[in-house]
């Protein structure tokens, strides 16, 4: 088991992280924005699932199951609403969508 | 008790009625208004019923201020001086109201005009019924602010809002005497209660008599005297305080009858009398009052000769008349000030009234010079000014008559200096009214050819109060008739009005002219009013257009310019105070307090609009500020803590 170190999960979760929060920060199409926000969930699933690991601890292990369904749940919200966006506004481009702009 | 209280309440509902119904209401307003005042009419008869078979009585409504030894109750005074006081205010408040229907029905205003006058009937009827000073000065302001209001109610001329503005500083001046007379009253006595007051000082009157040192020290009552004097200086138009009444002419014609005419200006009169045990132990302020009201009644006539404008002439009369009433007060003939003042409310209320119905006929034109010749035009408007204006001169068995006549002969008794005074400004009195008289209705027509065409008598309910008035200005003498004519139970308004507290204290002046000499007194009056009425009759009635507008040189000119002393106020008051205000703008305003406010808030605009810049209202930017907040916050906790 330990092949690989811990270390190593370390690093990729908070890169995977990473890698979201900037397509989050310089993207503009909405659907991107949502697989960028579902890959820092993600990263931050894998890391829990590490440091619960790390520690024996299997509380990590249960939150990760409930974080995974409610990001199912999530996605679907989340994808509804942008092909309502769309279909009001002809376009997916967030830097548009500034009605509420005050 | 709840006579008393259907009066007091019934012209407060109708001002409310009236103030929320406001336009809506349109012509219903007057009809609410009058009723309003003619329902405290009828409670005002069988209050007076009450108090002829029972006597004065007290109305506590409630205690409203209870602080330490001093009990300020909510109460109402019912005895004979209120209830005639009563009975003038409603009654000729009931006949305002009438021709005020006729006379607003084309203003837009008709429901807050008529609001306000039911608000000044209330606050009137406080101020002669309340039974200690709080009530009175409740009153009193009340009746100043409706005066403000109604004087104001053309708001849209900036002349009429600055005499409305005048006269309620004017007022100010004499209210803050009066208020220190009250707090004089409650160091004093402790109390403000009329009746307890009227007590001590009838206590007083008679250890003094009797010799002895008295309660409190003579100077005392002078200065709380003099205190409530200067309170009915201000009220009651008198000098210095008198250039507001003049000014007062820009409200509408009925509030002139009613307000600066018939009740308002006459509360002074009534505050005197009712403190009148407190004045007859104060010598000096009877004096002081004397000189201020003989100066008074001068200068008024003096001025009114001298005036163009008719409801001018009729205010400054009043200011005169007035004059005439504080001095039958400081000579002590207080019952013949009230008979003045009551025949002085029918006489003048319809002069200013038919003043109202003969500016309604000539469209809107005040200026005596430019009428002349109305007698057939608009004959009862004609006839009733002509009885009014007998009334006022006094000609014989006219109401004026009687009364100007019981005050001549107090006069003449105290002094005959005081009565010479006293016969120039009846004199006066006649040359000016039978001018105002002769260029308004005698000689020819002098206005334009549109007023002429246009002129009509005024509606029934305007001429109807005028008629009511008029029978009242003839007959009015009858409430007093001299000693001469019946004897001395004839005197009957004298005799119910010494029955009041304040009066029954001071011991009566028994001394009585003799019959011949009475009679005497009459006749140099009545030669007086004939001589001086027919001259100055035919002298206006042949006077030409040319003499009529040629200008005016010397004395004349000085009283055409009321003897310049609204300009000396101006000059002495006015303007040093303006300057002060200027040098506060100018000064401290913009050099001081100007850059700190200001500066404050362009420091803070300024900081706003560098802040701004972060909130442009892209979702993008506001994640990269919570990104760099995130890895701040994080980083500090890795690195620092």
Same mark, same amino acid.
């Given at each position: 088991m330990?092949?690989?170190?811990?270390?190593?999960?370390?690093?990729?979760?908070?890169?995977?992280?990473?890698?979201?929060?900037l397509?989050?920060?310089v993207?503009?199409? *909405?659907?991107?924005? =949502?697989m960028? #926000?579902? @890959?820092?969930?993600?990263?931050s699933?894998?890391?829990?699932?590490? /440091?619960?690991?790390?520690f024996?601890?299997?509380?990590?292990?249960?939150?990760v199951f409930?974080?995974?369904?409610?990001?199912?749940?999530? *996605?679907?919200?989340? =994808?509804a609403? #942008?092909? @309502?966006?769309?279909?009001?506004?002809?376009?997916?481009?967030?830097? /548009?969508?500034?009605k509420?702009?005050? | 008790?709840?006579?008393?209280?259907?009066?007091?309440?019934s012209?407060?509902?109708g001002?409310?009625?009236?103030?929320?119904?406001?336009?809506?209401?349109g012509k219903?307003?007057?009809?609410?208004?009058?009723?309003?005042?003619?329902?405290s009419f009828?409670?005002?008869?069988?209050m007076?019923?009450?108090?002829?078979?029972t006597?004065?009585?007290?109305?506590?409504?409630?205690?409203?201020?209870?602080?330490?030894?001093?009990?300020?109750?909510?109460?109402?005074?019912?005895?004979?001086?209120?209830?005639?006081?009563?009975?003038?205010?409603?009654?000729?408040?009931?006949?305002?109201?009438?021709?005020?229907?006729?006379?607003?029905?084309?203003?837009?205003?008709?429901?807050?005009?008529?609001?306000?006058?039911?608000?000044?009937?209330?606050?009137?009827?406080?101020?002669?019924?309340?039974?200690?000073?709080?009530?009175?000065f409740?009153?009193?302001?009340?009746?100043?602010?409706?005066?403000?209001?109604?004087?104001?109610?053309?708001?849209?001329?900036?002349?009429?809002?600055?005499?409305?503005r005048k006269?309620?500083?004017?007022?100010?001046?004499?209210d803050?005497?009066?208020?220190?007379?009250?707090?004089?009253?409650?160091?004093?006595?402790?109390?403000?209660?009329?009746?307890?007051?009227?007590?001590?000082?009838a206590?007083?009157?008679?250890?003094?008599?009797?010799g002895q040192?008295g309660l409190?020290q003579?100077?005392i009552?002078?200065?709380?005297t003099?205190?409530?004097?200067?309170?009915?200086?201000?009220?009651?138009?008198?000098?210095?305080?008198?250039?507001?009444?003049?000014?007062?002419?820009?409200?509408?014609?009925p509030?002139?009858?009613l307000?600066?005419?018939?009740?308002?200006?006459?509360?002074?009169?009534?505050?005197?009398?009712?403190n009148?045990a407190?004045?007859?132990?104060?010598?000096?302020?009877?004096?002081?009052?004397?000189?201020?009201?003989?100066?008074?009644?001068?200068?008024?006539?003096?001025?009114?000769?001298?005036?163009?404008?008719?409801?001018?002439?009729?205010?400054y009369?009043t200011?005169s008349?007035?004059?005439?009433?504080?001095?039958?007060?400081?000579?002590?003939?207080?019952?013949s000030?009230?008979?003045h003042?009551t025949?002085?409310?029918f006489?003048k209320?319809?002069?200013?009234?038919?003043?109202?119905?003969?500016?309604?006929?000539?469209?809107g034109?005040?200026?005596?010079l430019?009428?002349?010749?109305?007698?057939n035009?608009?004959?009862?408007?004609?006839?009733?000014?002509?009885?009014?204006?007998?009334?006022?001169?006094g000609?014989?068995?006219?109401?004026?008559?009687?009364?100007?006549?019981?005050?001549?002969?107090?006069?003449?008794?105290?002094?005959?200096?005081?009565?010479?005074?006293?016969?120039?400004?009846?004199?006066?009195?006649?040359?000016?009214?039978?001018?105002?008289?002769?260029?308004?209705?005698?000689?020819?027509?002098?206005g334009?050819?549109?007023?002429?065409?246009?002129?009509?008598?005024s509606?029934s309910?305007?001429t109807?109060?005028?008629?009511?008035?008029?029978?009242?200005?003839?007959?009015?003498?009858?409430?007093?008739?001299?000693?001469?004519?019946?004897?001395?139970?004839?005197?009957?308004?004298?005799?119910?009005?010494?029955?009041?507290?304040?009066?029954?204290?001071?011991?009566?002046?028994?001394?009585?002219l003799?019959?011949s000499?009475?009679?005497?007194?009459?006749?140099?009056a009545?030669?007086?009013?004939?001589?001086?009425?027919?001259l100055?009759?035919?002298?206006?009635?042949k006077?030409?257009d040319?003499?009529?507008n040629?200008?005016?040189?010397?004395f004349?000119?000085?009283?055409?310019?009321?003897?310049?002393?609204d300009?000396?106020?101006?000059?002495?008051?006015?303007?040093?105070?303006?300057?002060?205000?200027?040098?506060?703008f100018?000064?401290?305003e913009?050099?001081?307090?100007?850059?700190i406010?200001?500066?404050?808030s362009?420091?803070?605009?300024?900081?706003?609009?560098?802040?701004?810049?972060?909130?442009?209202?892209?979702?993008?930017?506001?994640l990269?500020?919570?990104?760099?907040?995130?890895?701040?916050?994080?980083?500090?906790?890795?690195?620092?803590?």
């Open positions: 330990n092949l690989i170190g811990f270390e190593n999960y370390l690093w990729l979760g908070s890169a995977l992280f990473c890698i979201g929060l397509g989050v920060l993207r503009r199409n *909405v659907i991107i924005l =949502l960028c #926000i579902e @890959l820092m969930l993600n990263a699933n894998l890391l829990l699932v590490v /440091f619960a690991k790390m024996g601890n299997m509380n990590g292990h249960i939150f409930f974080s995974m369904l409610v990001a199912a749940a999530e *996605v679907s919200v989340g =994808l609403l #942008i092909v @309502l966006i769309y279909r009001k506004f002809r376009t997916i481009d967030s830097s /548009f969508l500034d509420l702009k005050g | 008790m709840i006579l008393a209280k259907i009066l007091i309440l012209p407060i509902i001002f409310l009625i009236n103030l929320i119904g406001g336009k809506k209401l219903v307003s007057g009809i609410i208004g009058t009723a309003a005042v003619f329902i009828i409670c005002a008869l069988l007076y019923r009450k108090v002829v078979s006597g004065a009585y007290d109305v506590p409504l409630f205690t409203w201020m209870h602080i330490s030894t001093i009990h300020i109750g909510f109460n109402l005074w019912v005895d004979e001086l209120s209830t005639w006081m009563m009975l003038i205010i409603t009654g000729i408040g009931t006949l305002i109201h009438i021709y005020s229907i006729g006379y607003m029905s084309h203003d837009k205003g008709i429901g807050r005009f008529f609001a306000y006058l039911n608000l000044f009937i209330f606050s009137m009827l406080m101020l002669v019924l309340g039974g200690n000073f709080i009530m009175l409740i009153g009193w302001e009340g009746v100043g602010l409706c005066s403000y209001l109604l004087i104001g109610f053309w708001f849209k001329n900036v002349d009429y809002g600055h005499a409305a006269a309620f500083i004017m007022n100010r001046i004499g803050l005497g009066l208020l220190l007379g009250i707090f004089l009253c409650i160091q004093t006595f402790g109390t403000i209660n009329f009746n307890e007051i009227n007590s001590i000082a206590e007083d009157l008679a250890l003094k008599a009797s040192l409190f003579p100077y009552y002078t200065a709380i003099l205190c409530l004097f200067i309170g009915a200086m201000g009220k009651s138009a008198q000098l210095p305080l008198y250039t507001w009444l003049p000014d007062a002419m820009a409200g509408p014609t509030v002139s009858a307000i600066h005419a018939a009740t308002m200006v006459t509360a002074g009169i009534y505050l005197v009398v009712r009148a407190l004045f007859e132990l104060a010598p000096f302020t009877l004096d002081f009052i004397l000189v201020i009201g003989m100066a008074t009644s001068i200068l008024g006539a003096l001025i009114g000769l001298f005036q163009n404008d008719i409801k001018k002439v009729l205010a009369s200011v008349q007035l004059g005439l009433m504080f001095v039958a007060l400081g000579v002590g003939a207080y019952t000030a009230m008979f003042l025949t002085h409310a006489f209320a319809l002069l200013f009234l038919g003043a109202g119905s003969v500016i309604h006929a000539m469209s034109e005040q200026n005596i430019s009428m002349g010749g109305l007698k035009k608009i004959k009862l408007t004609h006839l009733t000014f002509a009885i009014g204006t007998l009334a006022i001169i000609a014989p068995l006219m109401s004026g008559f009687f009364s100007k006549d019981e005050i001549l002969e107090k006069l003449y008794n105290h002094s005959l200096i005081i009565w010479g005074f006293a016969l120039a400004s009846a004199a006066i009195t006649i040359i000016y009214m039978v001018r105002v008289y002769t260029l308004t209705f005698s000689g020819k027509f002098r334009t050819k549109e007023q002429e065409d246009h002129l009509h008598e509606p309910s305007m109807l109060p005028l008629i009511i008035l008029a029978i009242l200005s003839i007959f009015g003498g009858v409430l007093n008739l001299p000693h001469l004519i019946g004897g001395g139970s004839s005197q009957k308004m004298g005799l119910w009005l010494s029955k009041i507290n304040s009066l029954k204290a001071i011991p009566a002046h028994v001394s009585h003799s019959h000499m009475e009679i005497m007194l009459m006749l140099i009545t030669v007086l009013v004939v001589i001086l009425g027919s100055s009759y035919f002298k206006y009635n006077q030409t040319a003499e009529l040629q200008p005016r040189l010397g004349s000119l000085w009283g055409e310019h009321k003897f310049y002393v300009e000396l106020y101006h000059n002495l008051f006015v303007k040093p105070l303006e300057a002060l205000a200027d040098f506060f100018y000064y401290i913009h050099c001081f307090i100007q850059p406010t200001f500066g404050s362009r420091i803070a605009y300024s900081v706003g609009q560098l802040l701004r810049i972060i909130q442009n209202g892209n979702i993008e930017y506001y990269v500020y919570l990104s760099i907040g995130a890895v701040l916050v994080l980083s500090l906790s890795m690195f620092v803590f």
